[in-house]
């Protein structure tokens, strides 16, 4: 994706200031061994390259193998990182990386996901693990009903991220990706977002930005009732799927675009997904078909005479096929968890096992 990484670098160095003053601020990292299970795209670099030069060791593994950048990874094992990492890596591989960045015997965890957490857990494995941060609302429901064996904090319920980040940029990252990926825009299209939380409603006010005609449909009453006093349409999804010309997943949930549901789709619906699970659309269904790849990322399968698009093999669209946030939004993300990680290594160690919100006073002084 990139063509000059040195000068793409350089220039999301320059757009994202307070990344660098957040990294500047933290302490000697050289105690640290920090293992990093997240998105390995172009912004991730200047963080981790941060780390590095304040003495941490770092193991970098993905939480989605189809966002992941292979000369990010290169320049950042350059830089000293160890990683198991690589775009588009197998399931087994994709776990094995895991299993890989626990045998590194980490000190700290910096996840979008849990997946270090929970194979710590489930497997009852004794680590020197100390403390963790947790970016994503789907690691944090992963984290319900568990007993972690070291301070976990959560990040992704911040009003700073979920406000910015959850709210404002993936919906629009997802509709910019869209047009690239399809050369086509909203206007004249039914736009059916499955979702009404923060990144829903991103979803839903972008796509009607950008002339879409759009229809919420969301099981949990309250949310519901939300989108219709925000002026939504509100539909069961069983009956707003029959009408689609694109739909749009952004639950965290799996399986949520059943098999069933993909059969009463009409022909020529888009389908793409931008939570963080990669599983919320029945994609093994649909490999049972006839497919073809009419544009790079977007899959064509054939359901009898219906024919049904499939965008970025149902990962994160607005991250596998385009670039996600913006640098300048990033920017502020991505202060937050330069000093989240200040905060797991020194203060935060200390609190007991459990999960907690990332302390005010941690994120606010990035502003």
Same mark, same amino acid.
């Given at each position: 994706?990139?063509?000059?990484?040195?000068?793409?670098?350089?220039?999301?160095?320059?757009? !994202? $200031?307070?990344?660098?003053?957040?990294?500047?601020?933290?302490?000697?990292?050289?105690?640290?061994?920090?293992?990093?299970?997240?998105?390995?795209?172009?912004?991730?670099?200047? #963080?981790?390259?941060?780390?590095?030069?304040?003495?941490?060791?770092?193991?970098?593994?993905?939480?989605?193998?189809?966002?992941?950048?292979?000369?990010?990874?290169?320049?950042? !094992?350059?830089?000293?990182?160890? +990683?198991?990492?690589?775009?588009?890596?197998?399931?087994?591989?994709?776990?094995?990386?895991?299993?890989?960045?626990?045998?590194?015997?980490?000190?700290?965890?910096?996840?979008?996901?849990?997946?270090?957490?929970?194979?710590?857990?489930?497997?009852?494995?004794?680590?020197?693990?100390?403390?963790?941060?947790?970016?994503?609302?789907?690691?944090?429901?992963?984290?319900?009903?568990?007993? $972690?064996? /070291?301070?976990?904090?959560?990040?992704?319920?911040?009003?700073?991220?979920? %406000?910015?980040?959850?709210?404002? !940029?993936?919906?629009?990252?997802?509709?910019?990706?869209?047009?690239?990926?399809?050369?086509?825009?909203?206007?004249?299209?039914?736009?059916?977002?499955?979702?009404? %939380?923060?990144?829903?409603?991103?979803?839903?006010?972008? +796509?009607?930005?950008?002339?879409?005609?759009? &229809?919420?449909?969301?099981?949990?009453?309250?949310?519901? @009732?939300?989108?219709? /006093?925000?002026?939504?349409?509100?539909?069961?999804?069983?009956?707003?799927?029959?009408?689609?010309?694109?739909?749009?997943?952004?639950?965290?949930?799996?399986?949520?675009?059943?098999? *069933?549901?993909?059969?009463?789709?009409?022909?020529?619906?888009?389908?793409?997904?931008?939570?963080?699970?990669?599983?919320?659309?029945?994609?093994?269904? #649909?490999?049972?078909?006839?497919?073809?790849?009419?544009?790079?990322? &977007?899959?064509?399968?054939?359901? %009898?005479?219906?024919?049904?698009?499939?965008?970025?093999?149902? *990962?994160?669209?607005? @991250?596998?096929? %385009?670039?996600?946030?913006?640098?300048?939004?990033?920017?502020?993300?991505?202060?937050?968890?330069?000093?989240?990680?200040?905060? &797991?290594? *020194?203060?935060?160690?200390?609190?007991?096992?459990?999960? /907690? @919100?990332?302390?005010?006073?941690?994120?606010?002084?990035? @502003?």
């Amino acid at each position: 994706m990139y063509d000059n990484f040195s000068a793409e670098l350089a220039w999301a160095t320059l757009n !994202m $200031p307070r990344t660098k003053a957040a990294v500047e601020a933290l302490p000697d990292l050289s105690h640290v061994r920090l293992a990093c299970n997240m998105h390995l795209d172009l912004k991730m670099a200047p #963080l981790v390259k941060g780390l590095l030069d304040k003495g941490a060791k770092v193991f970098l593994t993905t939480c989605n193998p189809t966002t992941v950048q292979d000369d990010v990874v290169a320049y950042l !094992m350059n830089c000293g990182a160890e +990683a198991k990492a690589w775009r588009n890596m197998s399931q087994t591989e994709w776990f094995e990386s895991f299993q890989a960045a626990i045998e590194w015997n980490p000190t700290h965890l910096c996840e979008m996901g849990s997946d270090l957490t929970s194979l710590i857990h489930y497997q009852n494995l004794q680590t020197n693990v100390k403390a963790g941060l947790e970016a994503t609302g789907s690691g944090i429901n992963r984290l319900n009903g568990l007993t $972690p064996n /070291y301070p976990i904090f959560n990040w992704d319920d911040l009003p700073v991220k979920e %406000g910015l980040h959850n709210r404002h !940029m993936v919906g629009l990252t997802a509709w910019h990706t869209f047009f690239d990926t399809t050369h086509l825009t909203l206007h004249e299209k039914t736009v059916v977002v499955i979702g009404y %939380g923060l990144v829903g409603q991103g979803v839903a006010h972008s +796509a009607k930005a950008y002339g879409g005609k759009v &229809i919420v449909a969301e099981i949990d009453k309250a949310r519901a @009732l939300q989108a219709e /006093y925000d002026g939504w349409q509100v539909m069961p999804l069983a009956q707003a799927i029959k009408i689609a010309d694109v739909i749009a997943t952004a639950t965290g949930a799996k399986n949520v675009v059943s098999a *069933s549901l993909l059969q009463q789709a009409k022909s020529g619906v888009f389908i793409l997904n931008v939570g963080h699970v990669a599983e919320e659309i029945d994609v093994l269904f #649909l490999k049972q078909h006839t497919m073809h790849e009419p544009m790079p990322y &977007i899959n064509a399968y054939q359901l %009898g005479e219906k024919t049904i698009y499939l965008l970025a093999d149902g *990962s994160m669209f607005n @991250l596998t096929a %385009g670039y996600g946030d913006s640098l300048n939004a990033f920017d502020v993300t991505l202060a937050v968890m330069a000093s989240g990680i200040g905060h &797991i290594v *020194s203060e935060g160690e200390k609190a007991e096992n459990g999960v /907690y @919100l990332l302390p005010q006073a941690v994120w606010e002084k990035v @502003l």
